[in-house]
């Protein structure tokens, strides 16, 4: 079939594709499409939206959240908690799906459908999208649902059929999510756009990153947040398989989180299987890449981090450049792998493509392409459904979030979470670990342990409060105490998580009581100075406005290219009523 073949000749093309790629994706998160709301590690999804200082980053001098937390708020606000969460999810792993077909169609134009169907399912039943989602972290997994159209962006503007526009959009919409998708985005449209470099196009493309930025990367940078060099080697890529790291990453695996793994990258036959498919995937893909190195220079700075950062040697440079203001963002390198993942994707395309044309009847080239779909999946048979029980979506007990509520009511305070440690347990989510929930429901600035606890240490969190709290706690100082001494307005001590609670209860005892109920105990702090309402600094608010004002000029723009293209081609082009 030719590129120009009559569209009667496609006539599932419109709609095959996109099928699959609910379906799989659907197949994958499984239980976590149920009504509620799944709270899984960094994942701590809040079931009443609300816009809390911790969402809008006050309090915080590194605003990780920030935007991401407020889109998903506004979101939760007009839809519910649970539905917003859903369709984030599902509309990620679809977007990375049909976005890695769109490339493989820039690269290969005269793929069927059923081709499109192998790269679809490639795009979202893999290692890197299982592990990611498997630790809750959906932002990472937005940057990677916007790499493929930046790739495809990337190489329509140095062939000169796209626009710089087009890359600008995908910065903007990776933004969404705050510093991690961004930066993933970034490592691919900067090198895209030096490729053809246009001065206009460079300053627009550096303009848009400075803007997007600003949101978070002003409040941190005034509050001197700096990196701490011992995430370098706590988030190196590790091996996920018995094959070793850089065949680990090879794959698509290579995470560093080992509580993501899926258990079917620790069997040598399984894991295997997919090495060998993956490097089948990037021989078919990697011919076509070297004749048009386009999408290889596109791929270049994303490699060379994931490369540097697996890299034992380049560790002390790399630990220096973690120390730097915003260096931090490069200390967990295996995001950058997104690239090589989408590329894995499109080789799976292009190798079904080279077996129906291999000279085999239909008969025998369908099953054979019908294989090639599923293979990413038998490779990798566990995770379906939910991940093994990791992914459910849950209902927040009603007790808690009256609790909340009463606390959020409450006169202006810092709010003190017991106990001292991020992770929690929680009963009522099946014991599943998660980042507790409080901060982001509770309408007061929370003052929690920030800090990231690792098997083999502990990386140091980035508020100063905290920080003290935790050293004083260290020193021997009851949390408590510790947190009186931080100037608390209150004390929310979180039951049935998964850790005793018994010392700091019996420590608040006599404190007047906001709220006592079943999963939360919230008491008044004595003597704390009273604090004004919380409210964004002057460097939030220039964030904030600088990062509104540049999404608002690049879905203008991106508004009037598709209104201009719509007047061109559409049913009443003016081309035609001219004719």
Request: aromatic share 6%; hydrophobic share 55%.
């Amino acid at each position: 079939m030719t590129a120009d073949a009559p569209r009667s000749d496609r006539p599932f093309e419109n709609w095959l594709t996109p099928a699959v790629a609910l379906t799989t994706g659907a197949l994958l998160l499984g239980p976590a499409l149920a009504p509620g709301v799944v709270v899984a590690y960094d994942m701590p999804w809040s079931p009443t939206p609300r816009l809390t200082p911790f969402a809008l980053g006050i309090g915080t001098p590194a605003p990780r959240a920030v935007p991401g937390d407020a889109v998903i708020t506004m979101l939760g606000m007009a839809l519910g908690a649970g539905l917003a969460q859903g369709l984030v999810l599902l509309g990620m792993l679809v977007a990375a799906s049909l976005g890695a077909v769109r490339l493989m169609r820039l690269l290969a134009p005269t793929a069927g459908p059923a081709i499109g169907t192998v790269t679809a399912v490639a795009a979202i039943w893999n290692p890197f999208v299982v592990e990611r989602l498997a630790i809750g972290q959906w932002v990472v997994l937005l940057g990677y649902a916007v790499t493929p159209w930046a790739l495809g962006a990337g190489l329509r503007w140095w062939s000169g059929t796209g626009t710089a526009a087009a890359l600008a959009g995908c910065l903007a919409v990776a933004s969404l999510g705050g510093a991690n998708p961004w930066v993933m985005v970034g490592a691919v449209a900067i090198p895209a756009v030096l490729g053809r470099p246009r001065p206009g196009a460079i300053l627009g493309i550096l303009a848009v990153l400075v803007g997007t930025a600003a949101v978070w990367a002003v409040p941190a940078l005034t509050a001197g947040a700096d990196g701490d060099a011992a995430g370098v080697d706590a988030f190196a890529p590790r091996a996920d398989t018995p094959f070793g790291t850089v065949l680990s990453l090879v794959s698509g695996g290579g995470f560093w989180n080992a509580a993501s793994w899926p258990s079917a990258r620790s069997q040598p036959l399984l894991a295997g299987a997919a090495l060998v498919l993956a490097l089948a995937c990037a021989t078919a893909v990697l011919r076509r890449v070297f004749q048009d190195r386009r999408l290889l220079g596109t791929l270049l700075v994303p490699t060379l981090i994931v490369a540097v950062g697996t890299v034992p040697a380049a560790r002390v440079p790399w630990a220096l450049l973690a120390e730097v203001p915003g260096g931090g963002l490069l200390r967990d390198s295996q995001k950058f792998l997104a690239a090589w993942v989408i590329v894995l994707a499109v080789g799976a395309g292009m190798l079904a493509e080279a077996v129906s044309r291999s000279g085999r009847t239909r008969a025998t080239a369908g099953p054979l392409v019908a294989a090639l779909a599923l293979a990413p999946v038998a490779v990798l048979p566990t995770v379906v459904w939910g991940l093994e029980g990791r992914l459910r979506a849950v209902v927040v007990p009603e007790d808690l979030e009256r609790a909340v509520m009463q606390l959020s009511k409450a006169p202006a305070g810092k709010v003190g979470l017991l106990p001292w440690n991020q992770y929690r347990r929680y009963d009522w989510n099946a014991d599943r670990i998660s980042l507790t929930i409080l901060p982001r429901m509770v309408n007061q600035v929370v003052v929690f342990d920030d800090s990231l606890p690792l098997v083999d240490g502990r990386v140091p969190g980035e508020d100063p409060v905290a920080r003290a709290v935790s050293e004083a706690i260290a020193g021997g100082t009851p949390p408590v105490d510790a947190l009186l001494r931080a100037n608390v307005g209150y004390l929310a001590i979180e039951r049935g998580a998964g850790l005793d609670t018994l010392a700091d209860e019996a420590a608040a005892a006599g404190m007047p009581v906001i709220a006592d109920t079943p999963h939360l105990l919230v008491v008044e702090a004595p003597r704390a100075s009273p604090l004004p309402d919380p409210q964004l600094t002057d460097a939030q608010r220039a964030g904030w406005g600088l990062t509104l004002g540049t999404w608002f000029l690049v879905g203008l723009m991106g508004v009037g290219r598709v209104s201009q293209k719509w007047l061109r081609t559409g049913p009443y082009s003016l081309v035609r009523l001219r004719s």
